[in-house]
């Protein structure tokens, strides 16, 4: 199979474009080539459905076996000068002293270089190691400054979601606290001389011994969901280290699925979003 080229004649989000130039396709079909990364718009690499297309621009079907499938995470969005990445649960934003090259840094960094033997990656924020989702890399230093300088004021929204043990005591609140992190690296609230961390959560749905919630962070400290929900009583299913008794899925129930921010650059919106593990939705019915 060869390369397929369409042009786009007018503006519309990508999956209804894909289904109109591959008619006979179905829905499901069309689909899959964006998980396996094989379709490009003007050359970058694009997985999202409802990627926005504009007049002028070029999509590009890629034969299987093509660069975009052998990433070893599905691929959110790319272009020249960022990489954002599907991260999975149980893998390092970047290395430790115990772990150097299963990290989401080194293996993006052996993707880019598959087709650029220059190229880098530099890290603009982090998800800790068992929380899954959206992660956002800058393909040169330029880019990275302009996106760490600035990172409060860019960022509209970190949306979350996560599987809590019982039930918070309201449906949706505002969980305001100071914290601080102790020698053992454990972060917990305290009355003074903290960082002010400010979480919002809404319940999605609610079972017998879990419920799903809607989590956005208005701060961004360490581990800050994980110790706000703990303090409620409700701790993240499969956090130990937070007072979790239970650990359902062998992971931490805690996926960073959307991401909203200004593009430095231009000043346009970008919105990067991963579906949630259907995991998730079961364990809270």
């Known amino acids: 199979m060869q390369d397929k080229t369409y042009s786009v004649t007018q503006a519309g989000p990508l999956l209804p474009f894909l289904l109109e130039q591959m008619g006979g396709r179905s829905r499901n079909s069309v689909k899959s080539l964006l998980t396996r ?47 954002v990445i599907d991260k999975p649960a149980g893998l390092l934003s970047m290395a430790s ?15 880019v270089r598959r087709t650029n033997p220059a190229g880098r990656v530099f890290i603009v924020h982090r ?5 899954s989702g959206v992660l956002l890399f800058a393909k040169d230093g ?12 860019l960022v509209h929204r970190r949306g979350y979601l996560a599987v809590v043990e019982g039930r918070p005591p309201r449906q949706a609140d505002t969980i305001r606290t100071l914290l601080r992190e102790n020698a053992a690296h454990k972060v917990y609230s305290v009355s003074s001389g903290g ?9 999605l749905c609610a079972g017998k011994k879990y419920t799903l919630l809607e989590v956005e962070l208005q701060t961004g400290r360490k581990n800050q969901i994980r ?11 499969g956090d130990r ?45």
Not at 48 to 54: A, G, I, T, Y
Not at 142 to 150: C, G, L, N
Not at 256 to 285: N, V
């Open 37 to 83: 990364g094989q379709v490009q718009v003007n050359g970058a690499t694009v997985t999202r459905h409802d990627h926005p297309l504009e007049p002028g621009q070029t999509v590009t079907i890629r034969p299987r076996g093509t660069r975009g499938e052998a990433a070893p995470f599905p691929i959110l969005y790319e272009d020249g000068r960022i990489l």
């Open 227 to 237: 110790t706000h929900f703990s303090q409620l009583g409700c701790p993240v299913a």
């Open 241 to 285: 280290a937070y007072g979790a008794a239970t650990d359902p899925l062998g992971r931490l129930c805690l996926h960073a699925h959307e991401l909203i921010l200004t593009d430095p650059f231009t000043g346009q919106a970008q919105t990067f979003r991963s579906e949630a593990p259907g995991s998730f939705a079961r364990l809270a019915r």
């Open 127 to 131: 998800l800790d190691r068992d929380t």
């Open 97 to 111: 002293d115990r772990e150097r090259v299963r990290t989401a840094y080194h293996m993006a960094t052996d993707y």
């Open 195 to 203: 960082k002010e961390a400010i979480t919002h959560y809404t319940t």
């Open 142 to 153: 330029d880019t990275k400054r302009a996106y760490q300088d600035s990172w409060d004021s």
